[in-house]
């Protein structure tokens, strides 16, 4: 695989090779800042140091042999133990002797000089939406308690192959519903820097995961901010990718849902590299790109000086923000103008609310449809929490016209959004409208005194991306007073997902947010 100007390089190897993984797995903060509290201090120095490691150092050093497989996942198990127990991000955990067997064939496999790929014996945990073979797969829902898939899914299938070892599932809301990871299955998941919070969702266990170091990278889905919300909440990167990029299982092929799956991780070298296993095209999925994950192989390093950003603010005033959420944002904006870009607030010229009316028919037309035979079956129905309940039942009153002219709003929209991007190189705009809310809550009934209609209103400001098709890749933008996350959400034009992560990368390496600031558990349990 191509460089991505990763920290870990042949001058370290003559290191011991845990000193090796130490050092990677600061190297990026130590390089752009000397801003670091006491506690992300001791986390680095008294942390198992494979866990610390960044993704791309991880590879490379199973690849070399200077850590076994069976030494990172034995590391991994321990720190899982340690500390999922405080926040319920890893579910369907799987049997330790089962998982070190594995580990250990898989060094077996580097010793014939058989390396599977980029994966090759990482601990990875899927989200609980993908279909693992042999793993206990949930969608969060007591409908699906006891299911255990004979296959994968597409994404799985991939990440198998390039070596990957499942030791679980990560937590998800039920269905995938609400952007606040809980469900009667597995309970609550709390969010990585303040267990009273909210971890996000629906990829809050994912996100958890990789802010606790609990894996080295990790997979999300997005619809209305699933993959971005999560990561802007727990200070790590998510990556809402173009339709088709990755092939997503579905029953229908031909309308496909504007969900979308995509990689999740600390760093965005980490991320390109697992966007490339992910992406592709597959026969099974008509309409999935034609183009495999190489491209993303390439060097992220960009001269960025020119390159103009919109900053969509408030949408002059339609979206009501906590106070404090828009400051973080726009100081994030500053690293951008130091790189040489131009910003400005602006926004595509296309009504906004109308976006949002379309998106909510064409979101219950598909989540709807997705669980109309639970409805349709009264016991399965009592199991239904109300949220899935609501999209059918807003699903049903809809005819093929209402369908049709919300997609009409989806396509005007779109073709707004491509010619503001010949103005503009990339548009940001926050992953929430909130800091993470209290755990104990469903779904935020006000934002700033005014009230939210809908289950998921107070994620009306990822929305319209969701509706523009394009890529939106979720960076930290760094903390409120309180020490709670937000994050930034990178757009660039639809298939433009090599452009976001040039930007992204350049901006991870002058801030360094998620060395620079782990989570305080990890320092407070480990002094």
Not at 121 to 135: N, S
Not at 257 to 274: C, E, H, I, N, Q
Not at 322 to 346: H, I, R, W, Y
């Amino acid at each position: 695989m191509a460089s991505h100007d990763s920290a870990f390089g042949p001058n370290l190897l003559p290191l011991n090779r845990r000193e090796v993984l130490t050092l990677t797995g600061a190297a990026s903060a130590v390089a752009t800042t000397q801003v670091f509290t006491n506690a992300a201090s001791a986390a680095a120095e008294q942390a198992p140091h494979i866990v610390m490691a960044d993704a791309l150092a991880l590879a490379d050093a199973i690849r070399s042999r200077q850590v076994s497989c069976i030494e990172v996942m034995t590391d991994y198990l321990d720190h899982i133990e340690k500390f999922n127990p405080k926040v319920n991000a890893i579910v369907a955990l799987q049997d330790r002797a089962g998982l070190l067997a594995q580990a250990s064939e898989r060094d077996a496999q580097l010793a014939r000089g058989d390396l599977m790929g980029p994966l090759h014996g990482f601990p990875y945990a899927v989200k609980d939406l993908a279909l693992v073979k042999g793993i206990r797969t949930t969608f969060g829902s007591p409908i699906l308690k006891d299911f255990v898939p004979t296959t994968d899914s597409i994404m799985v299938e991939r990440l198998r192959k390039a070596g990957a070892i499942f030791i679980g599932k990560t937590n998800a809301p039920e269905f995938g519903l609400g952007s606040h990871t809980y469900n009667p299955v597995y309970g609550v998941t709390r969010n990585a820097y303040d267990q009273t919070r909210s971890a996000g969702g629906s990829s809050g266990g994912a996100a958890v995961s990789l802010a606790l170091r609990m894996l080295p990278v990790a997979d999300g889905s997005d619809y209305g901010g699933s993959l971005r919300n999560p990561a802007g909440w727990n200070n790590v990167f998510g990556f809402r990718t173009s339709y088709g990029l990755v092939p997503s299982d579905a029953r229908d092929v031909w309308l496909p849902s504007m969900g979308v799956v995509g990689p999740m991780a600390r760093t965005v070298a980490d991320l390109a590299m697992l966007l490339s296993i992910q992406s592709g095209y597959d026969a099974r999925l008509p309409l999935s790109m034609d183009e495999d994950g190489t491209r993303f192989q390439e060097p992220l390093r960009i001269d960025l000086k020119g390159k103009r950003i919109a900053w969509a603010g408030d949408f002059k005033g339609y979206l009501p923000f906590e106070p404090g959420v828009l400051d973080v944002c726009k100081s994030a904006l500053q690293t951008f103008e130091s790189m040489g870009c131009v910003v400005e607030e602006a926004q595509p010229n296309y009504p906004i609310d109308a976006v949002w009316r379309s998106w909510l028919r064409l979101r219950a037309w598909q989540a709807g449809g997705a669980l109309l035979a639970f409805y349709n079956d009264p016991a399965k129905r009592a199991l239904m929490k109300p949220e899935a309940i609501f999209e059918v039942e807003s699903g049903l009153k809809l005819s093929a016209f209402d369908i049709t002219a919300a997609s009409v709003v989806r396509s005007e929209w779109y073709q707004a959004v491509r010619q503001f991007f010949e103005k503009f190189d990339y548009f940001i705009l926050p992953t929430a409208q909130l800091f993470p809310f209290d755990v104990d809550t469903h779904w935020p009934q006000e934002i700033a005194g005014r009230n939210m209609e809908t289950y998921h209103e107070w994620m009306k400001g990822v929305l319209p991306i969701t509706m523009s098709g394009c890529p939106a890749l979720a960076a930290p933008a760094g903390f409120s007073d309180q020490g709670l996350p937000i994050g930034i959400q990178i757009v660039g034009p639809n298939r433009a997902e090599l452009s976001c992560l040039q930007l992204a990368y350049a901006y991870d390496t002058a801030t360094a947010w998620p060395s620079r600031r782990p989570p305080r558990l990890l320092s407070e349990s480990w002094v």
